[in-house]
């Protein structure tokens, strides 16, 4: 009889932190399906209409993903730009944050200091950064980098101001900020084990072995994160309405993206709220797909310890 009631008043604690610990996470909760599940459902219905986000709401069926995929004379512009934009920058930014937390997972005096100013960068605003840039990249006689470009000798550039030069510039900008992935590199790095360092530099194993036969593989699941959120991050791209001109579109449509072409057929009028919504589950689409084949793939390069 003891047992019974114990085991009885243990089932009424259970379900009573059971129901505090969803009180607690109600807010939470009520956040995700408002905020975000509620209005992906709420897009996916608009996008099967003309609407306007006021008064005209017509039925289309998929009218509006055809006109997203074929009829829309922005669509190859605007794709064209989102896949030679995520494909330089996926890349860089996953060699180059690797190579950044090499270099700070070395043991000398000061360097968290280096670590601090690689990681710096990161936590400036998105939008400040943006004017930030702007004043940088100036083409005219005020702009900073033109001013050190002639000063050490060489001729001016022209940055965000021609069209030639517009894409090669927002890539820059966008690996300048590598020092967010570092911080992700270095604990995968502090979690290989030191012995397998102290074991191979018995056997006769240099640093450059020691990288590709230890500390690449056992990185690798790091590596397919950074590659996940770098290629989702890299389709959504939208700073270009910061640095893009007025428009956000660059010059000669050099920085028109998929993002800021939803942007700016929600809010930049004529105010086609359906059509940019199809165009959103258009972009869900190809980033689920491609984010598939990683995963997919990830089991033939991704290291796994085994129990």
């Known amino acids: ?3 019974s009631g114990f085991k009885s008043k243990s089932g009424k604690m259970a379900k009573k932190e059971c129901m505090e610990g969803y009180i607690f996470a109600m807010p939470v909760i009520l956040g995700i399906l408002i905020f975000t599940y509620f209005p992906a459902v709420q897009s996916l219905f608009y996008s099967f209409f003309k609407y306007d986000g006021f008064y005209t709401m017509q039925w289309v069926g998929l009218g509006n993903f055809k006109a997203a995929l074929i009829l829309d004379p922005d669509t ?3 794709y064209k730009n989102t896949f030679i934009y995520a494909v330089s920058v996926v890349p860089l930014s996953l060699v180059l944050g690797y190579l950044v937390a090499l270099l700070c997972n070395v043991k000398i005096k000061g360097i968290n200091i280096y670590r601090m100013l690689f990681y710096l960068p990161v936590i400036i605003p998105g939008v400040a950064a943006g004017l930030l840039w702007l004043d940088l990249f100036e083409a005219g006689d005020t702009g900073i980098m033109n001013k050190i470009l002639e000063t050490a000798g060489f001729s001016r550039m022209t940055f965000f ?12 900008t966008t690996v300048w900020g590598v020092g967010g992935s570092m911080i992700i590199w270095l604990a995968a790095f502090k979690n290989i084990p030191v012995s397998l360092y102290e074991s191979a530099k018995l056997d ?3 640093a450059f072995k ?3 036969n230890i500390t690449i593989p056992l990185s690798t699941s790091m590596i397919f994160y950074n590659l996940v959120t770098g290629i989702i991050g890299a389709l959504q791209v939208s700073s270009t309405l910061v640095i893009g001109g007025s428009s956000g579109r660059g010059v000669g449509d050099s920085l028109y993206f998929i993002a800021v072409k939803i942007y700016k057929e929600s809010f930049g009028g004529p105010f086609r709220l359906g059509y940019a919504c199809a165009m959103g589950w258009i972009l869900f689409a190809v980033i689920g797909a491609l984010t598939a084949i990683v995963f997919l793939s990830n089991k033939k390069w991704v290291y796994y310890e085994e129990d």
């Open 1 to 3: 009889m003891i047992i």
């Open 76 to 78: 190859p512009v605007v």
């Open 161 to 172: 101001s021609k069209k030639n030069t517009s894409m090669s510039t927002l890539i820059f």
């Open 204 to 206: 006769g194993a240099n």
């Open 210 to 212: 020691r990288l590709i």
